[in-house]
T-cell receptor
Framework: AQTVTQSQPEMSVQEAETVTLSCTYDTSESNYYLFWYKQPPSRQMILVIRQEAYKQQNATENRFSVNFQKAAKSFSLKISDSQLGDTAMYFCAFMKKTSGTYKYIFGTGTRLKVLA | DAGVIQSPRHEVTEMGQEVTLRCKPISGHNSLFWYRQTMMRGLELLIYFNNNVPIDDSGMPEDRFSAKMPNASFSTLKIQPSEPRDSAVYFC???????????????FGPGTRLLVL
């Protein structure tokens, strides 16, 4: 069975600093997708970044980048130049599709607080 | 595009009442997902549809929950009868499925906060 683990329930970072959120997953699949979602206090889920497992290059989206280590089954999110608006819950998610069925699994989340 | 639209945004009801949550996916998307989020259980996938057909409903907690997608632009999640333990935020998400290698990301709606008294 697939699992997604976020070992840091809470983190804080000073504004303008860099922070890394960790995520590990367990799967026997070779083709899958990984995502980071952000959930601000408004509770809406917002896609931050995604990574296709067959791509070796780490995905980047402006201040957000990932360190994807397929062999280690690790998918950490780095936020550079942290901003107050980055304060939110961050969820790591795994997705694969087999036999026409999707499987989405979310981690338990990391609550990030950016300090002024 | 307006994004995924959910209604109502907030719902307070009494135990035993029927609750219907509504979702309008992003136009052109062919997959629709219903999630439930609670502090205790985190984010759980309840059911998803592909081309209006329910593909996997293994996450639906029990027979009190049902979901329909009568057309590509509308889906409902119904709880009948509702119970206090159903209190949660219910999210709808949609995506465009063009095969795994061209899988588009899920886009979430704002969620419906349900409180069952």
């Amino acid at each position: 069975a697939q699992t997604v683990t976020q070992s840091q329930p809470e983190m804080s970072v000073q504004e303008a600093e860099t922070v890394t959120l960790s995520c590990t997953y367990d799967t026997s699949e070779s083709n899958y997708y990984l995502f980071w979602y952000k959930q601000p206090p408004s509770r809406q889920m917002i896609l931050v970044i995604r990574q296709e497992a067959y791509k070796q290059q780490n995905a980047t989206e402006n201040r957000f980048s990932v360190n994807f280590q397929k062999a280690a089954k690790s998918f950490s999110l780095k936020i550079s130049d942290s901003q107050l608006g980055d304060t939110a819950m961050y969820f790591c998610a795994f997705m694969k599709k087999t036999s026409g069925t999707y499987k989405y699994i979310f981690g338990t989340g990391t609550r990030l607080k950016v300090l002024a | 595009d307006a994004g995924v639209i959910q209604s109502p945004r907030h719902e307070v009801t009494e135990m035993g009442q029927e609750v219907t949550l509504r979702c309008k996916p992003i136009s052109g998307h062919n997959s629709l997902f219903w999630y439930r989020q609670t502090m205790m259980r985190g984010l759980e996938l309840l059911i998803y549809f592909n081309n209006n057909v329910p593909i996997d409903d293994s996450g639906m907690p029990e027979d009190r929950f049902s979901a329909k997608m009568p057309n590509a632009s509308f889906s409902t999640l119904k709880i009948q009868p509702s119970e206090p333990r159903d209190s949660a935020v219910y999210f709808c998400a949609s995506s465009l499925d063009r095969g795994l290698r061209r899988k588009e990301t899920q886009y979430f709606g704002p969620g419906t906060r349900l409180l069952v008294l």
